[in-house]
């Protein structure tokens, strides 16, 4: 490999996204490459902590990109603006990595425009969340739309063809007519977020670094080619990016004055309806929170002593009048509940809580807390059966409970301090120890195919 130092371009997607896995890539990145950061709007301490040349020594600019955050705009001016942004960095930093995704426009301007100035240019994904099979999400996407927004009266066949070409009509004007608009070929390729169908690395990807064996076959079925693949553990199990983690990012999570208090966290979701596993049909929205709320009385009836705290997904946010709802409904259940800001870091409850709890359709959350604090008790209750609610069934580090029986037997160990968190013996094989160390890898076997 040539001897001076690549440059790489970082995007930070999705804020929460960024928070839970994407940091830490950067973090170990940028203490070996120069990193320019293209960075969505985020909170006042995850920004600081950015601002930290100590922490982050070879982070040489921050641009802020503003492609799901920032101030609301058309689709036609938010296009214009992220391909002049795309342009003009591309130009002006001449990245030889860059690392963000390949579904959403501003990464796929990044690539094109990249790889016209530089034949040895990569582009490279590290996952994000928890994954899930884009088949069966598109199911879901398909199902919940025909729920909510089709009307009741006409057959589910010409219900579900009007979802499906919607959604293909979306994913022609995004990758097609956005792209012809700014002069651009459009994107060919069947992978569309729109559609939920393919997923990251069937587009402009040369490589997609996952966390496990299950996220690898999960890629596989998404066809995903296996030369794109390699596995690195999520950051949270990763020796190298602890004390960074528990010195930087989770301090400022901790909340002492609840230090002495019992604390129970159900991360509540956005979703209004839902769908029966076994025979895809709706579960109402009146049935659903009553669902709900019935696990909620079991948890303030067998813990009367510990605080309750309600942490609502933040994309409640995005419906207006849901949040004070979902105050008025479940606050006022018992003194015990507290329903907190939807904005707020899950980081924050994850660590005062001993006990997270989680309802269908599975989250990050979960699968977070179970990294982060492997000893706390972390529940995946799926009463109704819904789709997407076993994801976490036989799960390590997380419990899955899909009857009334189970989830009081497993309170009552709980209130009385016998609950036994079950270990397990997780061992999974990694190709590499780093993000530094991925990069290193593919630039060297880039190099050497270029020679």
């Not at 921050?62 to 795309?86: D, E, M, S």
């Not at 709802?325 to 994850?350: E, L, R």
Request: net charge positive.
């Amino acid at each position: 490999m040539k001897s001076e130092i690549k440059k790489v371009l970082f995007y930070t997607d999705i804020p929460r996204t960024f928070r839970t896995s994407q940091i830490y890539h950067l973090y170990e990145i940028s203490q070996t490459y120069p990193v320019i950061l293209l960075s969505e709007e985020l909170d006042p301490a995850t920004e600081s902590i950015l601002n930290n040349k100590k922490i982050f020594p070879k982070l040489e600019k921050i641009i802020p990109a503003y492609q799901f955050t920032g101030q609301k705009a058309n689709f036609l001016v938010k296009n214009r603006r992220l391909y002049k942004l795309a342009k003009d960095v591309v130009e002006k930093y001449r990245p030889d990595v860059f690392v963000g995704g390949d579904m959403w426009l501003l990464q796929l301007y990044i690539s094109r425009l990249a790889r016209r100035i530089k034949s040895s240019f990569i582009h490279i994904a590290f996952q994000g969340g928890f994954s899930m099979g884009m088949r069966e999400a598109r199911l879901f996407s398909n199902l919940m739309n025909i729920y909510l927004r089709t009307p009741s009266f006409l057959p589910l066949p010409l219900r579900s063809f009007l979802v499906k070409g919607k959604k293909c009509l979306g994913h022609y004007f995004y990758y097609w007519i956005l792209p012809l608009i700014v002069g651009q070929l459009p994107f060919r390729g069947k992978s569309s977020f729109i559609r939920f169908q393919g997923g990251c690395g069937l587009r402009a990807c040369d490589y997609y670094v996952i966390y496990s064996k299950r996220d690898y076959d999960i890629c596989i079925k998404d066809g995903i080619p296996v030369r794109k693949l390699y596995i690195l553990q999520h950051p949270l199990k990763r020796p190298a990016t602890k004390n960074f983690l528990e010195t930087n990012l989770f301090s400022s999570a901790l909340d002492n004055s609840r230090a002495d208090k019992k604390i129970l966290t159900i991360m509540l979701p956005n979703e209004l309806i839902s769908i029966k596993k076994s025979d895809r049909s709706l579960i109402s929205k009146d049935e659903l929170k009553k669902n709900r709320l019935e696990i909620i009385n079991l948890i303030v009836k067998n813990l009367k002593r510990w605080e309750i705290i309600i942490k609502p997904h933040p994309l409640m946010m995005l419906i207006p009048g849901l949040f004070q709802k979902t105050i008025q409904d479940f606050q006022v259940f018992s003194k015990q509940i507290q329903v907190v800001n939807p904005m707020d870091s899950a980081d924050k409850y994850i660590r005062m809580s001993t006990v997270i709890v989680g309802f269908p359709p599975a989250s990050t959350t979960l699968l977070t807390a179970s990294l982060q604090c492997p000893e706390k008790i972390i529940l995946s209750i799926d009463l109704q059966h819904e789709f997407f609610g076993d994801c976490y069934k036989n799960f390590h580090g997380i419990e899955y409970i899909d009857n009334k029986e189970e989830l009081t037997k497993t309170l009552t160990l709980i209130r009385d301090n016998n609950y036994c968190k079950h270990r397990g013996n997780e061992q999974e094989s990694s190709d590499f120890e780093s993000a530094a160390e991925v990069l290193k890898y593919v630039l060297q076997k880039n190099h050497n195919y270029y020679k």
